[in-house]
């Protein structure tokens, strides 16, 4: 959950009362957040008993936990805002695009080459807008928790925000190489290209974990203004040229991405929480954007959308027997406007705001009756049904086949399900054929950049942190194992696996093949063989595998009736054998060791 601080005073003269801090904890709880720390109460705790230094106190802060999809309430202006209709003090906004006096739109050109990087721009403006040093602070602060929530760290858009009287439209958006975009970034008073620019910020503490977002591309985007001025080089900075200060009265805010509804999500919060500061409140100034195919956007959309929700699943879901005009007065002070249909009783029709993107499903809708409700006044009462829980068939399977590998003198490990690329693939002679392992856009690390498609990595990893133990080391690891999927929704699939190995002075080949025996006499699937196509079960075949020492390994292959089509199939299990020396020495293992992984789920 995003935490967001707030300064106390300002929020309670927002409010229009001060609290005491278990006060506003509960005004919280109600509302569905979270009061972490008040810092004032931190402070008298810490001074109790202290002589007064006669410094001048901060001002107190509140420190409040944010719900991840709630983005209008990632700032102070937001949240005051929704507690102040939530406690019945204020009607939400109304939030209004006003074009120019003279009724013509700034205009942002798209060049086609910015489609081989960032191919998305969004643009508004908010006009006459007084900034103070607090509310300033606050606009940059908003920035960074969007771009640190749903711009995931840059990498699906990143904003550029620019006083739009040093700077003139029409503006373009282009992608250049490197060595032909020159102006000075924010706060420097050098010159650079776009090399020098990675050069100058690969040590910097803020800027440099957005580099590798296009450092690579033989192109990176740009904005210019009409004379040619670099306003700035998304994701990384903006231009010292047009940089806003607290004098800025007219702000010019651009955001690039890789996708044009994330990028749409974070114009509209940037602009419904701070045009409450403009002469004219609530208003903002619409930037047309032109495409390559002289198609035109005009950003940002703040009609409200439609959504809907039948009363009566509302009320089966919270337990209670609301009428259609008392939800609709408990979504208001959610900041919803609904209504009753007129044409179906039963029905809610909620015009959402551009600041609640959260509201996806009937289900957003119901739990917005049942926060405004209070969870604490909802009536506890026994299931209307008799109901019993049981485990999964597959984790019931997996315990089983735990119970049997313990029982056989194996010890069960934990490892990490992300691994590094090295250690999926190149340190177990495997190749990558970039089609079948997961893996992370932005790692962390080295050591976290694909999720493993086999089990072995991390045991063997194991095996290298206990080499000090006594021989014979048995173990084995029960878990999943992830794969690309196409065919999914989530273009990924798990896949439950057995991974169990045996290392002693010799490969111990015949343990890990009297374990398999024993695995699959456990799951009552006979050793069969290839040619008896009338019969169920499974059986093996030589294996030239890579991972494995030639001619000691061998792949199984299992015959049986899926639980869902019925059918009769065929599949590869999975694979045993003695490593191979050269994976040994990949992971600094000195002794033999012998292996065993197959998947399970065929069984469930």
């Not at 100058?200 to 904005?223: G, N």
């Not at 919803?336 to 009937?362: C, E, F, G, M």
């Not at 405004?372 to 315990?399: I, W």
């Not at 290839?530 to 292959?557: Q, V």
Request: charged share 25%.
């Amino acid at each position: 959950m995003p935490t967001v601080n707030v300064d106390k005073l300002a929020l309670f003269e927002a409010l229009g009362r001060n609290y005491t801090s278990q006060e506003f904890f509960e005004l919280c709880f109600r509302f569905g957040i979270e009061l972490e720390e008040d810092s004032s109460e931190k402070e008298i705790a810490e001074k109790s008993g202290a002589k007064d230094t006669g410094n001048v106190p901060e001002r107190p802060t509140l420190k409040i936990d944010i719900p991840a999809n709630r983005y209008d309430l990632l700032c102070q202006e937001g949240l005051a805002r929704a507690l102040r209709v939530f406690e019945g003090k204020a009607k939400p906004p109304t939030y209004k695009i006003v074009k120019p006096a003279d009724g013509k739109l700034q205009q942002l050109y798209v060049q086609p080459s910015t489609q081989q990087i960032r191919p998305y721009i969004v643009a508004a403006i908010l006009r006459n807008i007084t900034f103070t040093a607090e509310n300033y602070d606050s606009f940059i602060d908003l920035q960074d928790k969007l771009h640190n929530n749903i711009c995931r760290k840059r990498t699906l858009a990143s904003m550029g925000t620019h006083d739009l009287d040093t700077i003139q439209g029409p503006f373009s958006y282009e992608a250049l190489p490197p060595k032909d975009i020159k102006f000075v970034p924010l706060n420097k008073t050098t010159e650079v290209d776009g090399h020098q620019l990675m050069d100058l910020y690969a040590e910097d503490k803020h800027l440099s974990k957005f580099l590798h977002i296009i450092r690579d591309s033989p192109v990176y985007p740009v904005v210019f203004d009409a004379n040619r001025v670099v306003c700035s080089l998304p994701p990384i900075i903006n231009s010292d040229h047009s940089k806003i200060t607290l004098n800025t009265k007219n702000v010019f805010i651009e955001i690039t991405a890789t996708d044009e509804h994330k990028a749409s999500t974070a114009l509209n919060t940037l602009v419904t929480m701070f045009s409450e500061y403009c002469a004219e409140p609530f208003t903002v100034e619409p930037v047309e954007v032109v495409y390559p195919d002289n198609t035109t956007k005009v950003f940002p959309e703040l009609e409200p959308r439609k959504a809907s929700a039948k009363i009566d699943y509302i009320n089966s879901c919270t337990g209670l027997d609301l009428e259609g005009e008392e939800i609709c007065r408990l979504l208001n002070r959610m900041s919803l406007d609904a209504s009753v249909d007129p044409k179906d009783s039963n029905q809610i029709l909620v015009n959402v705001p551009p600041t609640r993107w959260d509201i996806l499903h009937a289900c957003d809708i119901m739990e917005d009756v049942a926060i405004s409700y209070g969870y604490d006044n909802l009536t506890k009462k026994m299931p209307s049904v008799n109901t019993f829980g049981a485990p999964l068939p597959l984790n019931k399977l997996s315990d089983s086949v735990r119970r049997e590998l313990a029982m056989s003198g194996f010890t069960e490990v934990a490892p990490l399900i992300l691994c590094s690329h090295d250690e999926n693939f190149k340190f177990l002679n495997r190749v990558d054929d970039n089609k079948t392992a997961i893996k992370l856009a932005n790692p962390k690390t080295a050591e976290y950049q694909v999720v493993r498609t086999s089990l072995l990595p991390g045991i063997l990893k194991t095996l290298n942190s206990n080499k000090k133990l006594a021989l014979p080391i048995k173990i084995f690891e029960v878990s999943d194992v992830g794969f690309k999927d196409e065919t999914r929704e989530r273009r990924s699939r798990n896949e439950r696996h057995v991974c169990a190995t045996y290392t002693s002075k010799t490969s111990g080949f015949e343990v890990i093949h009297g374990l398999l025996d024993r695995i699959m006499a456990m799951l009552s699937t006979p050793r069969i063989h290839k040619n008896d196509k009338s019969e169920l079960g499974y059986w093996i075949e030589e294996a030239e595998d890579s991972t494995y020492f030639p001619g000691r390994s061998a792949y199984i292959y299992l015959r049986y009736i899926d639980s869902e089509s019925h059918e009769r199939k065929e599949c590869k299990l999975g694979s045993f054998g003695v490593l191979h020396p050269t994976v040994l020495e990949n992971f600094e293992l000195t002794n033999p060791t012998t292996a065993l992984e197959i998947n399970i789920e065929p069984f469930v």
